[in-house]
C-alpha cells in the first residue's frame, strides 16, 4: 500500500486556553457540557450549613473567572498583527492616540470657513459637528464589543459585520484607505513645506548655502517617520502619541494666541463675501462646511485604538476608551473653538484665500513677530505630523500583514514587518511627488469620506443593536445616518462644481 502523503505542518499557535481578557471572543464558552443534573441526595446535601464555605468559595470562583474573562480561545490572527498583538492599554493611552489622531493642521484653516459663513452660523456649525462627531464616537466605542463577544477592532471589519462582506467592503475600504494612507501623504507635504520654512528662519537672507529643494525636505521627513515606523505595535507607539498631543495643543494654542495679540489688518470685515451668482454662494457655504466637518478627524482609528485595551464581562474596554475620549475631546474643544473664533476675530475677510491662520500670521505680522517663535510653532507642526504619520500609518501596517498571516498561517517575520513598512513609506513619498495637486482635490476626496464620521456609525447601530422600530435611538440615528449621507453628497458636489469653475493646476513631478 502506498504511504500516506504527510500534511503539511501549519505554523500556528497549539490550541489553547487562556485566562487572558485581551481576546477576541466572549469570555463564557458555548461549547461547553451542560452541567448534569444532581441527585436529590446532592440537593439535600448542599441545603445543608455544612455546605455553605463550599457554595461561598464557588460563587467566589465563579466571580473571579467573570472578571478576568473567564476561559476563551486564543485568536492566533490577532495576536499576530500590531494592531492587537499587545492588548495592554489603558484610559491615558486611549486619551493620548484620540488627541494625537483628532487634531491636526487641518484645524487652521477653521477660520476661512468662518469668513463664508460669519459668526453666528460658524459657531453654531462647529458646535453642531463638534457634538455629531463625538456621539458618533461614542457609537462606535459601544459598538466595539458585540453581545456574543466578537470585538471589532477595525473599522472594515465592523462595516461588514453591518452592511454585510460585500457592500461593508464597498462603503468603507475606500474612504478608511483614503483617511489612512491618503493622510500620511498629506503629513508628508505638510512637514515638508514646514521644514523648508524653518531652514529659511535660521539660515536668513546671509546664508550662501544652497537651500535643500522641497522633494529633498520629503526624503528627510520620510526617512525619519520610517525610522519612527519600527516600533512593532499600536501600544508601543503610545509615548510617541503622548508628544504627537502636546505638540498639536501647542502650535494651535501659540498660532491664535499670536493673531489675537496683533493688531488686525487694516480694511478688516466680517460680512460674508459677495459672489456672483446664488449657487456660487450656496457651494461656498457647503465648501465652508465641508472645512469645518474635516477639522475633525479619527473616527477611522478609533476601534483599532480600543481594540488595544484587555476586556472582561465587569471590565469592557468601553469604558477606558470613553474616559481617554472624553479627556481627548476636551483638549480638542480648547483648541479648536479659539482657534476658529481668535482667527476669524484677528482677520475677518483678510484670511487669505484657501489657506489657514497659520499663513494669514506670516502675511500680516511676518515683520512683527520673533522669528524664534514662528520657527518653533513650524518646528512643533514638524514633530506633529511625525507622530500623527504613526497612527495613521498603522492600519495600513495592519492590514499588509493580515495579507501574509492569512495565507502563511504563521507570524510576519521582523524583516518582511521592516520592508513592508520601507515600501509603504517608500509609496506614500513616491505618491506626494507625483501628485503635488492632491490637497487641491481634498473636498472632493473627503466628502466622500466623511460619512466615515457622521453616517455609518449611526447606521450600523441600527443594524447590529437593532432598536424598536421608531424608539429614540432609532430614530435619532436614522436621521443623523440620512444627513451625514446627503451632507456628503451635497459637499461632493459642491467640490465638483468648485473644480470645474475655478479649475485645479494639475501637473506631475512639479513641485514649487
Known amino acids: 500500500m502506498a504511504a500516506t502523503a504527510e500534511s503539511p505542518v501549519i505554523s500556528a499557535p497549539p490550541f489553547q486556553l487562556h485566562n487572558s481578557p485581551s481576546m477576541t471572543r466572549s469570555p463564557l464558552i458555548r461549547s461547553a457540557p451542560k452541567t448534569p443534573a444532581r441527585s436529590p441526595f446532592a440537593t439535600r446535601l448542599m441545603s445543608t450549613p455544612l455546605a455553605s464555605p463550599v457554595k461561598k468559595g464557588m460563587a467566589r470562583m465563579q466571580g473571579y473567572l467573570e472578571e478576568v474573562g473567564q476561559f476563551t480561545k486564543l485568536d492566533p490572527q490577532d495576536d499576530w498583527l500590531p494592531i492587537t498583538q499587545s492588548r495592554n492599554g489603558n484610559m491615558w493611552y486611549s486619551a493620548f492616540h484620540t488627541l494625537s489622531s483628532g487634531i491636526g493642521v487641518q484645524a487652521l484653516v477653521l477660520p476661512l470657513a468662518f469668513s463664508v459663513l460669519g459668526w453666528y452660523w460658524g459657531i453654531v456649525c462647529l458646535s453642531a459637528v463638534f457634538v455629531w462627531q463625538l456621539y458618533t464616537l461614542w457609537l462606535l466605542i459601544h459598538l466595539h464589543e458585540s453581545e456574543d463577544g466578537t470585538r471589532y477592532s477595525r473599522y472594515l471589519g465592523l462595516s461588514m459585520a453591518a452592511f454585510g462582506e460585500k457592500k461593508g467592503k464597498l462603503l468603507a475600504l475606500f474612504p478608511i484607505m483614503y483617511l489612512s494612507g491618503g493622510t500620511c501623504v498629506a503629513l508628508i507635504m505638510i512637514a515638508g513645506g514646514s521644514m523648508k520654512i524653518i531652514f529659511e528662519i535660521l539660515c536668513g537672507d546671509a546664508c550662501h548655502i544652497t537651500p535643500p529643494s522641497t522633494a529633498e525636505w520629503y526624503v528627510v521627513f520620510i526617512c ?188 510576519c517575520p521582523r524583516w518582511l514587518r521592516t520592508a513592508l513598512r520601507i515600501f509603504f513609506g517608500g509609496l506614500a513619498f513616491f505618491i506626494s ?40 435611538m432609532w430614530c435619532v440615528n436614522g436621521v443623523l445616518g440620512v444627513s451625514g449621507m446627503a451632507l456628503s453628497v451635497l459637499i461632493v458636489g459642491a467640490a465638483i462644481w468648485s473644480i470645474v469653475t475655478i479649475g485645479i493646476d494639475v501637473h506631475f513631478f512639479r513641485l514649487e
Not at 476586556?311 to 473653538?337: E, L
Not at 473627503?446 to 456609525?457: E, K, V
Open 224 to 411: 525619519c517617520a520610517i525610522i519612527l515606523a519600527q516600533l512593532p505595535t499600536l501600544n508601543s507607539i503610545a509615548g510617541v502619541s503622548l508628544i504627537g498631543a502636546i505638540t498639536a495643543v501647542g502650535y494651535c494654542t501659540l498660532v491664535w494666541a499670536l493673531s489675537v495679540s496683533k493688531s488686525r489688518p487694516a480694511g478688516i470685515s466680517y460680512e460674508p463675501p459677495k459672489t456672483r451668482s446664488e449657487l456660487a454662494r450656496i457651494c461656498g457655504v457647503l465648501n465652508a462646511v465641508g472645512i469645518v466637518a474635516f477639522a475633525f478627524r479619527g473616527h477611522n482609528v478609533v476601534l483599532e485604538i480600543q481594540g488595544t485595551m484587555p476586556s472582561s464581562r465587569q471590565k469592557p474596554s468601553r469604558r477606558p476608551m470613553w474616559k481617554g475620549v472624553k479627556y481627548a475631546y476636551a483638549a480638542i474643544a480648547m483648541c479648536v473653538f479659539p482657534l476658529a473664533i481668535g482667527g476669524y476675530y484677528a482677520y475677518g475677510n483678510s484670511i487669505p484665500a484657501n489657506e489657514g491662520i497659520l499663513d494669514a500670521l506670516y502675511k500680516y505680522h511676518l515683520r512683527g513677530t520673533s522669528k524664534a517663535v514662528l520657527g518653533f510653532a513650524s518646528l512643533l507642526i514638524v514633530i506633529n505630523s511625525l507622530t500623527s504619520f504613526q497612527i495613521y500609518a498603522m492600519p495600513v501596517f495592519d492590514n499588509l500583514e493580515s495579507r501574509y498571516t492569512c495565507s502563511k498561517l504563521r507570524p
Open 433 to 472: 511627488i507625483a501628485l503635488p495637486f492632491l490637497p487641491s482635490l481634498a473636498g472632493l476626496i473627503g466628502g466622500i469620506a466623511l460619512p466615515i464620521t457622521l453616517a455609518y456609525p449611526c447606521l450600523m447601530w441600527i443594524l447590529i443593536k437593532k432598536p424598536a422600530r421608531y424608539s429614540a
